[in-house]
């Protein structure tokens, strides 16, 4: 019985990184915390009372990484935090690191959200903004790419993988010479939409721990396409985000999906999001593997490269990498 009566009181709180509450001052939720696992939540702080700068960070230095919000005022939270996302991004007091890592929740929960409604113009609408953010970010600072490493989520999830690939991406355009802020953008973006055509593979495939059969592969490998045809008529992106989606499993020696076409034929910008895709896939957990060691994940690449992948973009990886 009090099982039940636990179940149904927890059921009634939303768990929050407090780290995201160490961002903003005033809160239009109450939050409560729980003094050890088990414990019921109390109330912490009402809603709308002034915070003192050094209070959360305080508690989160204590050593407590989760807070809690009664679950009704869920949505007024997403709210808040979403229109504050711009200044706190761009607010320098905050250390990059918690920038980062707030941009990171927030980025994953939406295309989270999105990713689920099964709504092309409303995830166009939410990868825009969210690319626009990654840029405010890690364009307009320097980001260290094993700091970025450190925040990142590193589950199987495809709006994980996808938040990663977008960072990575706009991480090695950089170091690759890209500077144009807007190029950078479109660069994210593609990397946010690179996978979205395996939105509609059952996760039974995805997190399949046997041997794919062939027709399971066969689906796999649909991916590349079924993204294309869902964005190709779309006036809002770009030819090269959409090879981007398209070809992001090519390979320039011809053994890549889904058309195998090789070399000079493969975009600039899909051959970035290649490298970065199959470093972020190794370097993540997987429901039927341990994750590599980014050294590992690094000596992988460098084996695949020059002839499936640009070396020069390997070596550049590399680089960043070992910053
Ligand atoms: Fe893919
Ligand atoms: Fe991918």
């Known amino acids: 019985m009090s099982n039940t009566l ?27 915390w729980r003094s050890h696992s088990g414990a019921d939540p109390v109330l912490l702080r009402g809603h709308n009372i ?24 869920g949505e007024v939270f997403q709210k808040h935090l979403q229109d504050n996302v711009s200044n706190i991004l761009s607010d320098t007091d905050i250390p990059i690191d918690q920038r980062m890592s707030f941009l990171n929740t927030t980025g994953r929960t939406m295309l989270k959200e999105v990713f689920r409604s099964d709504n092309l113009d409303k995830t166009l609408e939410s990868v825009a903004l969210l690319s626009e953010h990654m840029t405010t970010l890690i364009s307009g600072n ?35 010479g890209f500077r144009d802020e807007d190029e950078l953008t479109r660069i994210s973006m593609g990397g946010l939409l690179h ?9 039974a495939i995805l997190t399949k721990k046997e041997r794919l059969t062939d027709a399971e592969w066969q689906t796999i490998q649909k991916h590349p396409t079924d993204g294309f045809t869902a964005l ?12 981007m989606v398209y ?3 090519e390979k320039l020696d011809g053994s890549g999906y889904p058309v195998g076409i090789d070399g000079d034929e493969i975009s600039v910008l899909a051959r970035i999001c290649t490298v970065v895709d199959i470093f972020e896939a190794l370097t993540s957990n997987r429901p039927y593997r341990n994750p590599n060691s980014t050294r590992e994940a690094l000596d992988i690449l460098d084996q695949l490269a020059p002839d499936k992948l640009d070396g020069d973009m390997v070596k550049c990886w590399k680089a960043i990498m070992q910053k």
């Open 195 to 203: 996978d979205l055509g395996k939105l509609r593979i059952p996760n």
């Open 50 to 73: 002034e915070v003192a700068d050094d209070e959360f960070p305080k508690l989160l230095a204590s050593g407590v990484e989760t807070v809690y919000i009664p679950r009704d005022q």
């Open 232 to 243: 190709a008529e779309r006036d809002d992106l770009t030819f090269d985000q959409l090879m």
């Open 142 to 176: 320097e980001v260290v790419a094993s700091e970025l490493l450190e925040v990142l989520n590193h589950d199987y999830h495809t709006y994980t993988h996808s938040y990663n690939v977008a960072s990575y991406s706009m991480l090695l355009a950089q170091e690759l």
């Open 247 to 249: 070809q992001h499993h």
């Open 6 to 32: 636990d179940t149904a009181k927890r059921q009634q709180f939303l768990p929050v990184p407090l780290v995201l509450l160490c961002l903003t001052k005033q809160l239009p939720v109450d939050v409560y």
